[in-house]
């Protein structure tokens, strides 16, 4: 169906290539980031998390790498799927609180 | 793989209507929540849930929400008197723990008033 609000951006990238996708975080406070992929109809899907502790985690696949000097957090994704077409969220969290703020989110269209 | 599962998928309300939106959380997590997307969107956080209370509420969360942990599996949202405004997908999410674990959604309860 249309959209309205917000207008996603979008990244296409060739079936087999590595997809980068990037997220500014807003609170210079935030101490835990998440990934997710939401599907058409479905509900976020976590991929992978990384603490503030850290600037790189790697799960299978994907990569998070967190940049607290600029407050960005990026999402690489090796060996692009078909499957992986979705929007892909980036959220943080406040220590102490529940609470996860997401992001606007990059829709992945991924070419066969 | 355990899941978050949530019902109805789809519930379509009178204006002024209650409604309960109802979740069922995977099975050894200690933290609930609710979060809801307006239609192209952000999801946004509603209310948070531990030990039988609201640990945490956004603005949004105001007197006609409430949340109820029944029983030992389910968890529910409940709107009073609906609003045009609540039209939404709501999604119901999970955890552990309430710092630093990973929250699972459930795939969403879409919520039309009329």
């Known amino acids: 169906g249309e959209s309205v609000g917000l207008h996603l951006p979008t990244l296409s990238v060739q079936e087999g290539d590595n997809s980068i996708i990037n997220c500014a975080y807003s609170?210079?406070?935030?101490?835990?980031f998440i990934w997710y992929k939401q599907e058409s109809g479905k509900g976020p899907q976590f991929i992978i998390d990384?603490?503030?502790?850290?600037d790189k985690r790697q799960g299978q696949r994907v990569t998070v790498l967190l940049n607290k000097t600029v407050k960005h957090l990026s999402l690489q994704i090796a060996a692009t799927q078909p499957g992986d077409s979705a929007v892909y969220f980036c959220?943080?969290?406040?220590?102490?609180?529940?609470?996860?703020?997401f992001g606007t989110g990059t829709k992945l269209q991924v070419i066969p | 793989e355990p899941e978050v599962t949530q019902t109805p998928s789809h519930q379509v309300t009178q204006m002024g209507q209650e409604v309960i939106l109802r979740c069922v959380p995977i099975?050894?997590?200690?933290?609930f929540y609710w979060y809801r997307q307006i239609l192209g969107q952000k999801v946004e956080f509603l209310v948070s849930?531990?030990?039988?209370?609201?640990?945490?509420k956004s603005e949004i969360f105001d007197d006609q929400f409430s949340v109820e942990r029944p029983d030992g599996s389910n968890f529910t949202l409940k709107i009073r008197s609906t609003k045009l405004e609540d039209s939404a997908m709501y999604f119901c999410?999970?955890?552990?723990?309430?710092?630093?674990?990973?929250?699972?959604f459930g795939d969403g309860t879409r919520l039309s008033i009329l």
């Open positions: 999410a999970s955890s552990v723990r309430g710092s630093n674990q990973p929250q699972h």
């Open positions: 609170n210079s406070a935030s101490d835990y």
């Open positions: 990384i603490r503030s502790n850290m």
């Open positions: 959220a943080e969290k406040l220590g102490g609180y529940q609470k996860v703020t």
């Open positions: 099975s050894n997590h200690l933290y």
């Open positions: 849930f531990y030990n039988n209370e609201i640990s945490e």
